[in-house]
């Protein structure tokens, strides 16, 4: 029996991918919701509704309750209220269906020359973006703000792009790396002053609940979680990976020095800055940056690092052997591996938690980036 296409798929990929992965958002919010199993949303709705109620939720009380912490700004009990004061039932969905739009909308509104190649990029992203959607992650915010503002930047629009990168900044911090790339667009010292004035705004929101007197403790309160939840267990990043976990007490000057080693490339390659293959490297490389070095990295959290590895791997101009081996390697590592339904629990925690195969694999695509950063 021969297999046919229907002609509506083959007439609208995008729209067919994109049909397919909205089904599959729907079918696994609603299963976890009706059973019960949406922590991570009940973490942002509650903590946001303590903040309105003027209840701290930045306290041991609150991880007990909940079996987690809450990591996230003061900024964000702000932005999040609107979902937060939605039903329990409602809200869940309105969070995942319309992060999974915008997260596809990012995607398929990138710039012309992804044109031919957005439909493989959204494909190649599409398993590791249901496993954020299965336990309400926010990383999928993080992953489409850093994508809009890219897209913004090079359409000339500096002003929304940077609004894009504040929110991400003052809500998850990540975002701020994207500032760099400021740099290799008209006008932006004008730039640096709006993310300035709009960082000051956000940053004072909180305000119209706790007053400026009560701004700072809340700031604070929120800091000694972060620190607290840092130090609590090992994450999937190359700062945890053994051996070299061994440094571990010293990655705040891992992360700098390679933070550091990125930003000096840059601006050696101040030529290549009108390049558009540089600049989509640049992305990319900060984007990897921030979930391979991170405090707190997660196998789904890859998914803001391996959007970036696409944005550079569709426009290398030659793929070697190794460049193709690496990618599907990561395809099934960080795609087929961690999904319970395709490999056993206990194979991926053997494979990815304890010889951390996915984060090393990641590390050869970084610095396989990086090198083509260096040779400009």
Known sequence: MKLTIPSSIRQHPKTSAFILGLVVAIVATALETFRLRYANYLVYADSTLDFRNGINPYTQDFVDAHGRYFLYTPVFSILFLPIAILPKWLGPFVWNLGNYSLFALSVFTLPKPFDDYKLKIFLSLLLILEQSIFPFQFNIVVAYCFLFAYSLLERGHGFWAVCLIMISTMTKVYGIVELLLLFAYQKPWRHLLYALAIGVVLALLPALKTGLGGLIPCYENWWNMLTQHQSDTYYTSLLYAWP?????????????????????????????WNDFRFRATVLGVLMGWIILFGDSSETHT???????????YVLLE??????????????VFFGIIPVDLFVPIDVHHFLNNTLYINVYLYSVAWGRMCLTLWRG
């Open 244 to 272: 070299l976990r061994l440094i571990l007490s010293h990655y705040r000057i891992v992360q700098l020095l390679t933070i550091g080693l990125v930003v000096v490339t840059f601006f050696c390659r101040y030529k290549k």
């Open 302 to 312: 890859y998914l803001i690092a391996l959007a970036g590895y696409m944005l550079w």
């Open 318 to 331: 030659h793929h070697t052997l190794f460049d193709k081996i690496l990618f599907w390697a990561m395809i």
